[in-house]
């Protein structure tokens, strides 16, 4: 590989992420189940590795958590055939796609983009890059996240509507994957607000954690 897929997010072009891929966390908020895989972007500028603080940004008082897992793009390709997708797969990260729930709401309502609610400066805590090898079948991880050591999400990806290998073969045909991006494939039920002080710990089964603090933006 010409780059260090370890260092990802110093180089990778897009955080490409799937809504509602998860049918009990689209029950839990209300929303109808896509037919498709829906679609937006996260910036990389989003991202936090641990060590750094969830921000809430200034004006807002919470935020919600989603855990999911975050498959590595290893080479670029476009229109990609659905057979041939694991090949592009470089490894794994596990990634919270923070959310700004309350804009995200008003947002929804008035038929607006949500990428002020997904897009703010934190909005990615995402863990060290992991290898192919160290995953025996990425179709049937436990994700799992708590809140000040209360389990709010306990899911597996077993559950997800649209599977890895059909994710990138749909969204190469829409926009080219280039090494070093992100694929972040939905959440499953359990989400919650989330306010300053708290802590976060996430994880993939027993295979890594992750714990980022919470702070309010000044």
Not at 51 to 68: A, C, M, Q, R, T
Not at 162 to 171: A, D, H, M, Q, T
Request: aromatic share 8%.
């Amino acid at each position: 590989m010409a780059k260090e897929l370890r260092r990802f997010m110093e180089f990778g072009r897009k955080i490409v992420a799937i809504g509602r891929n998860y049918r009990d966390h689209a029950a839990e908020l209300g929303n109808p189940i896509p037919e498709k895989p829906l679609i937006f972007l996260k910036p990389t500028s989003s991202y936090v590795c641990e060590g750094g603080n969830i921000e809430i940004p200034y004006g807002y008082k919470e935020l919600h958590h989603e855990v999911e897992l975050g498959v590595v793009i290893g080479k670029n390709g476009s229109c990609i055939p659905e057979s041939d997708a694991l090949s592009y797969i470089g490894g794994y990260a596990l990634a919270i796609d923070m959310t700004n729930r309350k804009l995200q709401n008003e947002d929804k309502k008035k038929g607006h983009p949500w990428s002020i609610a997904k897009g703010f400066d934190t909005a990615c805590p995402i863990s060290n890059f992991f290898s192919k090898s160290e995953i025996a079948d990425p179709d049937n991880l436990r994700l799992w996240l708590k809140v000040d050591e209360e389990l709010k999400q306990d899911g597996s990806t077993c559950d997800m509507m649209f599977k890895i290998p059909f994710l990138i073969s749909y969204v190469s045909k829409v926009m080219s994957l280039e090494e070093g991006d992100l694929l972040i494939t939905g959440t499953p039920s359990g989400v919650s607000a989330v306010k300053a002080g708290q802590m976060i710990t996430a994880g993939i089964g027993d295979i890594l954690s992750m714990k980022f603090p919470v702070v309010q933006k000044s």
